[in-house]
């Protein structure tokens, strides 16, 4: 089992930066996938970041790359999500999720947590 809580997320404008995290708890959450999702006000939840629990493993989504990097640390449980040159398109509820795989498809991932919301303005 692997519980996760999602902080960082607040009002910033367009060119700013934000950084996500994702703390979590659980015994195998070293073993785990940890990936970010979003989910704007009537659209689809999308794949934004992934980070596979080998240090090297990372996937990002095409809108996003250049742009936001994760990583994580494993000694404190926590998965970060640095958010830069942010636009009004990336405004959504940020959602981490735990994954026994490396992937892109949410209904992959069996934890998630309560999101966090990300404001940019124009």
């Known amino acids: 089992q692997v519980q996760l809580v999602e902080s960082g997320g607040g009002l910033v404008q367009a060119g700013g930066s934000l950084r996500l995290s994702c703390a979590a708890s659980g015994r195998t959450f070293s073993y785990h996938t940890v990936g970010w999702f979003r989910q704007a006000p009537g659209k689809e939840r999308e794949f934004v970041a992934a980070?596979?629990?080998?240090?090297?493993?990372?996937r990002y989504a095409d809108s996003v790359k250049g742009r936001f990097t994760i990583a994580r640390d494993n000694t404190k449980n926590t998965v970060y999500l640095q958010m830069n040159s942010l636009k009004p398109e990336d405004t959504a509820v940020y959602y981490c999720?735990?994954?026994?795989?490396?992937?892109?498809?949410?209904?992959?991932?069996?934890?998630w947590g309560q999101g966090t919301q990300v404001t940019v303005s124009s």
């Open positions: 980070h596979g629990w080998t240090s090297g493993s990372t």
């Open positions: 999720a735990a994954s026994l795989s490396l992937s892109d498809y949410d209904r992959r991932y069996e934890y």
